[in-house]
């Protein structure tokens, strides 16, 4: 069975910082492509941040320099690191386990992320 706990979210003042992670069983981690993407309300959900199999990161223009993908393949987690948080950053923020080899793809439960101004 495929698992992917999301955690770390909370209520923030701007410019504060979370870190979100995502514990991942039943798949071969190495394996997977990792993204973190957020929904928020009354919108669609957008990327936030990827990291591939082999390490290689990509963000979204709207948090580069500010968020931080990692990912520990000893522990099956991925992390977020959120700083100088703002309030458009409100959201819920999902993980992602995508494989580049195949068409699966899952998802975690999701974590909300508030930012107070």
């Known amino acids: 069975q495929v698992q992917l706990v999301d955690s770390g979210g909370g209520l923030v003042q701007a410019g504060g910082s979370l870190r979100l992670s995502c514990k991942v069983s039943?798949?071969?981690?190495?394996?997977?492509?990792m993204g973190w993407y957020r929904q928020a309300p009354g919108k669609q959900r957008e990327l936030v941040a990827i990291?591939?199999?082999?390490?290689?990161?990509n963000y979204a223009d709207s948090t580069k320099g500010r968020f931080t993908i990692s990912r520990d393949n000893a522990k099956n987690t991925v992390y977020l690191q959120m700083n100088s948080l703002k309030p458009e950053d409100t959201a819920v923020y999902y993980c992602n386990a995508g494989s580049p080899y195949n068409s699966r793809d899952y998802w975690g439960q999701g974590t909300q992320v508030t930012v107070s101004s």
């Open positions: 039943g798949i071969i981690f190495t394996r997977y492509d």
């Open positions: 990291i591939t199999d082999e390490g290689s990161t």
